[in-house]
């Protein structure tokens, strides 16, 4: 995507070839072969994913996050409610059904912050940022497969929360930074 009136053209890789190497429930992966900008040639490995939603969710002077267990990380991870894209799904409705199910969370207004690229050396991944406004906790309506628990930190521990590095994972880095900025913490 090009961001500015200029012209980026000469930086520009071009796919020559490609196979597909995985064809999974959640990403695609292609080795593929590019004509580099001056001619030559190199491989790329291509992760394709439909894509996530993320929320920031405050109520009553406190933040919501989810601790869950991830296997890729073989870690507990403090995390902002998200989840993927299903197919057919447009972002806002992803938001409202992660909300409900993550937290149990009902926004009045869900509104988009954000959007930002999760890797992209080697995935299409992208994240929708969503800022969740009037939030009711009710109970939640999480999947079969997701074991997560409920984790709230008052606002005003969120520097030092980021600081000793609480926050390991990039969207809710992103998501902790923006309400500091906003609440001027």
């Known amino acids: 995507m090009n961001t500015g009136n200029n012209d980026y053209s000469h930086l520009k890789e071009e796919i020559t070839s490609s196979e597909r190497v995985f064809d999974g429930k959640v990403i695609k992966v292609d080795h593929s072969r590019v004509k580099l900008p001056d001619g030559a040639s190199a491989n790329r490995e291509i992760v394709y994913h439909k894509g996530a939603v993320a929320l920031v969710a405050v109520a009553d002077d406190e933040m919501y996050f989810v601790r869950q267990y991830r296997v890729a990380t073989d870690d507990f991870l403090l995390e902002i409610p998200a989840g993927k894209i ?90 902790v930074q923006y309400v500091i900025a906003k609440f001027n913490l």
């Open 86 to 175: 299903e197919v057919g799904e447009a972002p806002d409705e992803t938001a409202v059904k992660e909300l409900k199910e993550e937290i149990g969370g009902v926004a009045e207004t869900l509104r988009k912050i954000h959007g930002f690229y999760v890797s992209p050396g080697f995935s299409n991944e992208y994240v929708h940022l969503y800022e969740a406004d009037d939030l009711t906790i009710d109970k939640q309506a999480l999947d079969d497969d997701e074991f997560l628990d409920i984790v709230k930190i008052r606002l005003s521990d969120l520097p030092a929360q980021l600081e000793n590095g609480a926050f390991q994972d990039a969207k809710t880095v992103i998501g």
